[in-house]
């Protein structure tokens, strides 16, 4: 028992390590940047990517333990395409109205009225964080679904 969770555990950070450098290399290619990588906003990064990392890690895990290729598959899948889907929007707001040097521009929102050039990071330090972090309480909220209701038909 102690090997099937040591090998779910290495199984999960392999998985989870996969879909975050799939993420980077997303940004890379689409020429998103967060500015200069001054030592507050890579804090502020490590901050804001902790949690849905950690989530991340938590939904691979529930997928792998029910052994079932189409829990994994599921999980997968909505880790990756949301989530490209919402860089390529954040992109494609950068090109209507971008003000900064490659920086997603979020004034689109007018959640600013005036251009603030600080305001420009937010998108991937902030942003495209908080949105992550609620794809995925959705997905572990519908893997447990799926498996208690599972569970239940077996039991009936």
Known sequence: MKGESRSTRMK???????????????????????GKL?????????????APIILLNVSCKI???????????????ISIVPSTRILFYLKELQGKESRGSGVVDLSF???KPD????????????????????IQLVLIFLLLIMIVTKEKSIAD
């Not at 999960?12 to 967060?34: R, W």
């Not at 001054?38 to 902790?50: D, P, R, T």
């Not at 997928?63 to 899948?77: M, P």
Request: hydrophobic share 60%; proline share 3%.
């Open 115 to 134: 251009f603030d050039p600080a305001f420009d990071h937010i998108s991937l330090i902030y942003l495209f964080p908080m949105i992550y972090f609620c």
């Open 109 to 111: 929102f007018d959640m």
């Open 38 to 50: 001054e030592v507050e906003v890579v804090k502020q990064m490590f901050i804001m990517y902790a």
């Open 63 to 77: 997928a792998l333990k029910t052994e079932k290729l189409r829990y994994n598959i599921s999980w997968l899948v």
């Open 12 to 34: 999960a950070l392999l998985q989870v390590t996969i879909v975050v450098f799939l993420h980077l290399i997303i940004i890379y290619l689409l020429g998103m940047k967060t």
